[in-house]
Structure formats: C-alpha cells, structure tokens
C-alpha cells in the first residue's frame, strides 16, 4: 500500500500528519493496533482480562493469582481477546513473588493498570515504548496543576512494584500519565449483559495519536471489536492537507469545545470555526437580541457579544448568566419525557437562537424519544411522525455544516428521517391519504436518505451499534425495494403508469 500520509512538524500543531497523495471519503488512511488499552482512571473494579465489572464478586487469575477476573464460568466466551494476556501474567506472577504483590493491591489500583501496562511494555516491546515516550505530554503545564497531584496513587502504586529502575521514577509515571491524557482515544468496552451499555475504555495508538485537530475534522475514526482503530478520509483530501481529527464535540458551543481543549489538550484552538463568531453561520452559541428582538447575539473574538443586526452591545455576565439558565434548567428536566422537553424547547426558544448547542441538544433527546414511542406504540399517530421528522430535518443542515462528508451522528439521522418517512407514508397510504404514486414518491424520496446514511454507515466496524445499524438498514433497504416494486404493481394493475410527481421533500 503506498503512504497516505506523512509526519510533518510545525511551531504551532507540533508533529502532525499530512495527506500523502489525494485522499477520496471513505478511504482508509490509517490502521492502527493499540500501544495500550486499559480501564479509565476513575473506573470501578472491571476484569482485567474482559473488561465487565465486578460489582460484588471476582475470582483471581489462576496462573499469576494476581488479577481480578470474571467469576462464575469465567469472562463471556465471545469476549474472547484476553486482555490479561500471558505476558502480563507471567509479570504479575513475578511481582507476586518478588515483592508479595497481592489481588487487593491490583483492586484497589485498577485506575492506575493502564499506566502499568504502558510501562510493562518497556520491557516486552521496547521499540514501541521508545515511540511512545516521544508522545505529547504538556508536562511543564501539568506540573502546575492539580492532574498532578490527582495521579500520586498511581506514581506510589508503580514505584513500590519497583517496576522502573532508576530514582526518575516519579517523572517517568507522570510522563506516561500525560502521554495517556493527552494522546488517548475513547474505546467502548463490552456491552455489560443485561444493562444494554459498555463502559469506556481508554487506548493509546501511535499512530492515530499524531492526529492533530480542528473543530471541523477531515477524517472519521472508528475502533472496532478488536480494538484496531481504523480512520478514514471523510471528505477529500488533497495531497498536502493536513490531516485532521476532530477531539471535541461538533455539536457544543466554541466556549465548551475550548474550555475541553484547554484542560485536556493544553491548546487553545485557532481554527476557521472557532475565529467566526457566528461558527460557520450556524449560531450554535448565539442568542435572540433584546433590543432589535430579531438579531442575534455572538461573542467575537475580544470577548464582546454583540447583535449582528442591530449591533447593540450587551454585558457579558448578562449574556453568559442567561445560557447558563437554560442549560441548568436542561440538566434537571427528565430527558426521556416529551412533555419535558417539548416545554423546555418552547421556553428556551425564546431566549437562544433556534441553533443554540441546548437546543440541538434538547432536539436530539426528544428525537430519540419519539422514535421509542413511534416504534413502541402499535399505532402511532401521524402527529408523532411528522414531529419526528421535523425535528431530524432541523438537525441535518447544522450537521452538514459542523461534520461535511461522512459523519456517524449524519449517518443516524439520515437513517432516522427515511424511518419515519417510510413509516408516515405507508399510514398515509393505508389510510387512503395518498395515491399510489404519492406512495411512490415518498417512498422513494426516503430512499435518498437511507441511501446517503448506507454510504456513511458502511465503514463502520461490524458488532459497534452504528455497524447493527448497517446491516439493520441493509435489511430495510432490501425491504423497501419489495415494498416500492409492490406498489408499482398496484399502480400498473390500475392501468396507469408511474410517474413521479415530486422532486423531493
Ligand atoms: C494527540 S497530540 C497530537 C500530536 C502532537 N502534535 C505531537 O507533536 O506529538 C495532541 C497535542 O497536539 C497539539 N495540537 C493538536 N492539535 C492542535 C491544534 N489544532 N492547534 C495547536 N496544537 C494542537 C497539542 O499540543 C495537543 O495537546
């Protein structure tokens, strides 16, 4: 395979990828095996060799008698990766006899596994452990605050392992904390029977870790079921690009995205997105003008918020107090109840701008619970669907600006809008509201959106949800061909033929 990327260095991104030759969406640019993978610093007990938590009971490895495993049968046969692999248990083994290293120790240091199984690697891959230590660490910035302190366990747990071999022990723990916040990527772990949900995980990949980011990224990444992390172009990338990895949320404000790069990242961003005021014309933070009533108000890069119609100025405390309102109010409300959000999506309106992140984000919830009570219900009103698809429809021009080319949220809502759409015309049609042909064009209006969500959803890796997704919607596209041909036939056994009367919806 020829390069599809290269590792430059600049003064403001540091080291960094750049695009090799011209890259199509959906092209593969990097695959990637974890350096390490672990349990985040704050979990509660999991196995170490599956992942599944251990709420009350666990047994311990019986090779080593160190680490905390599954009870009962042992950890689920189709998690069959053995993350507690032999080399780490022969080490363990060792440190229970060399310096009594006992299963409690390793219960009560689980937060800390991640940072011994980088270091243990010092020894059984040490090239690998050379590359990793040349990771971004914002050391200097991370000395002066509190992460450093947070990490003391984890410095005493692995020094009294004696582990390391030289008094730059501390530095040498604190570094390998860094390198894990700084560089890490969120993997799901096994869904957890019976609860429906994973736990995440946290991996380092060293090549995905030079990934340098924007508010608007170019590629779209996904870790599947063998933890590879595998990232693809998501739009055109012209020889020479760099490469960019989107580390924050598209759909949160500047302030959020910032403040979450600033603290975790150590950078402040620059990018095209967060210098526009209005975020790509979006108005993702913007808020409704008290004095013109139309306008609407943004903070500008000197920290002032002001109406872009009117151009009154306002005191940012006020404008600042006012979000800070709304989002209080949404962290209290039940998400799961549409009356809940229907009315703080009314009350909120009136204040934020009809793109505000609170508002998506309140739109994106009750979507969901639309969809439960549509697929739930064995007859769903008609009301419901539209609300549903008004609701998807709002969301898609923001993601199309925020996530261009393939998106996994896109992906969803593509989906869900040709759902609701197939659902709305076959009651429309059962109840006589439309013809066959109107039947015809909606159905095949929904099949533009499935179609564009199949495109994206297709590079998803198999047992993720957005894979079941993929073949859930393969199965939907199968279905709605039969469908489509069928009413075809109603439509010629009437003794017309079929032409469409609506471009689209
Ligand atoms: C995952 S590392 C990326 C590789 C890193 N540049 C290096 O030299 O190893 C993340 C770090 O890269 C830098 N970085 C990434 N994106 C950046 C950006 N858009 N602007 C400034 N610095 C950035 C920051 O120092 C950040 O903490």
Redo the contacts with the bound molecule.
Sequence with gaps: MHARYEIQRSD?????LAAAKDLKPGETIISDEPYVLGPTSDSSLVCYNCYLPLISKFLVCKNCAVAPVCPGEGCPESLSKKCHNSTECELFRDLKLTKGVGPMTMVQNVGSLLALRAILKKETDPKAWEEFMK??T?LEERKKSNIWEYYENTVKFITSLGVLDNTQDEYIVQKVCGAID??SFEVRGPPIPALGYSQPLRGVYLKA??????CVGNTHVSINDNNVLVCHASMDIKKGEVIYYNYTDPLKGTSLRQHHLLVG???K???DRCKDCTELGTNISSVICTECKTGYVSKSSDQQWTCHDCKKQFDHSNIEHKVQCCSDKFDVINKKNEKELEEYIRNVSKILAPNHYLLLEATQHLAGVLRDTINREPHPTKKLMRRKLQLCQELLPILEKLCPGISRTKAITLYEIHATMVQLAKKLFDSREITGTGYMDKLLNAEKYLKRALEMLFIEPGNSPEGELCAKALEEYRALKVTMNNVLDGIHAEGKTYMTTSKSE
Excluded at 12 to 16: K, N, P
């Design positions: 403001t991104l540091g080291r960094h990771l971004e914002h700084v560089n870790s030079l990934l340098t980011h924007d990242k150590y950078f961003c620059n990018c």
